[in-house]
């Protein structure tokens, strides 16, 4: 992986772990992803405009397609992750989420990319998945626990990571294709994605107005950072994903995890600070191998 991908995607995750953090400590719901979503939208207008002002209007169906498409499975995505944030731990959701996702991305790649992966690749991602294994809780994720309800949440965050995990393959693969294939800057198509999912998002707003507008007062600040925040961690991967082949960038993300266990851990004060070292230093070996192979 050259130097300039694997700087980005260190500098992607570093952004990445930090507003997962604010959106656990928001406990928002869906209506959490209209407020980021239109925040989001006015903030990053002005740059969206300078950029897109000759580029946006040659776009034709396919490129409209693209970002439809993963408008949509952005908005699921960013759903099924704070739903997993308010029924479970963030060191639990977050590593499966982000240690699945990854992981399917890369084989996905090697079929439609045509990519290859060397052997020290393939330990490079095993690394990345026993340190994924280990943060979210090694065998005690499938022990019995005698606390039913501390089980109950263990296994809904597995649930709820693995099903988001699902969903950052899908939009990990989609969005590659459109910057490396179709050539699409990465920029204005993360900005078009927030534009188009604001009509699902937008939606259990209208419901509950009332109750929208009591979230809106509470929650506004986290969402300012996510919306300010998750696109800058984001275009650093899909600029990677142009230099370097997205088998290699899609697992090397998962350096999130070393700064999601060192910073959010402490934070929100979840355990087992054992195994969430020990799982950062396998995913930070699994990243160095990626990035050498």
């Known amino acids: 992986m050259p130097a300039t991908a694997f700087a980005l995607v260190l500098l992607g995750a570093l952004i990445h772990a930090g507003w997962n953090i604010v959106a656990k400590k928001a406990q928002g719901d869906a209506r959490f992803t209209f407020f980021s979503s239109i925040i989001m939208a006015v ?3 002005p740059l969206a405009l300078w950029l897109g002002w000759q580029v946006v209007p040659a ?5 409209w397609l693209f970002v439809a498409a993963s408008g949509f499975v952005h908005w699921v995505y960013f759903v099924c992750l704070l739903t997993g944030y308010r029924k479970s731990d963030l060191t639990v959701v977050y590593p499966l989420a982000r240690g ?3 992981l399917l991305s890369s084989f996905v790649a090697v079929v439609v990319f045509g990519e ?4 020290l690749g393939i330990l490079g991602i095993g690394g990345v998945v026993v340190g994924v294994f280990l943060i979210a809780g090694g065998p005690g994720l499938f022990k019995a626990a005698h606390d039913p309800a501390r089980r109950q949440r263990v296994l809904s965050g597995v649930f709820w990571g693995l099903l988001t995990g699902v969903l950052i393959a899908a939009y990990t693969v989609l969005d590659a294709y459109a910057v490396k294939v179709i050539a699409m800057s990465p920029i204005l198509f993360d900005y078009w994605c927030n534009i188009l999912r604001l009509p699902y998002a937008v939606l259990p707003v209208l419901r509950d107005r009332p109750e929208a507008w009591r979230l809106w007062k509470l929650q506004w600040r986290y969402a300012m950072v996510v919306a300010v925040f998750s696109p800058v961690a984001y275009v650093c991967v899909l600029y990677a994903v142009r230099l370097a082949p997205v088998s290699h960038v ?7 995890m070393l ?9 929100l004060g979840e355990g087992d600070r054992a195994l969430r070292i ?15 192979g």
């Open 43 to 45: 903030f990053w207008a």
């Open 59 to 63: 776009w034709g169906l396919t490129e």
């Open 100 to 102: 699945s996702g990854p």
């Open 116 to 119: 290859r992966l060397s052997a």
């Open 250 to 256: 899609a697992p090397a993300r998962e350096v999130s």
């Open 259 to 267: 700064f999601a266990a060192l910073i959010g851990g402490h934070l």
């Open 278 to 292: 020990a799982g950062a230093v396998a995913i930070a070996m699994g990243v160095m191998a990626l990035a050498w």
